[in-house]
């Protein structure tokens, strides 16, 4: 994995997640809301994390799932 995050900034731990009772992930990048999982996508998401080995490895999952969202043009 350390190929993958060569600048370090998964250690930071910028990535989280929030699940509602409807099972609905939230996906949030320093407190901002980006992406929204529901259904079938949130289901498998959920069980991806619970497998997961370590925090990095959870911030490469939804750093993944996120994908290219930053543009630059950001406040």
Do not use: W
Request: net charge positive; glycine share 6%.
């Amino acid at each position: 994995m350390d190929h993958i995050d060569k600048r370090n900034r998964l250690d930071e731990e910028p990535f989280s997640f929030r699940v509602n009772k409807n099972g609905t992930v939230f996906l949030d990048f320093n407190g901002k809301q980006v992406k929204i999982l529901k259904g079938k996508e949130s289901e498998k998401f959920l069980k991806r994390m619970s497998e997961a080995e370590d925090e990095k490895s959870r911030q490469l999952i939804m750093a993944k799932i996120t994908g290219n969202f930053k543009r630059g043009n950001e406040r």
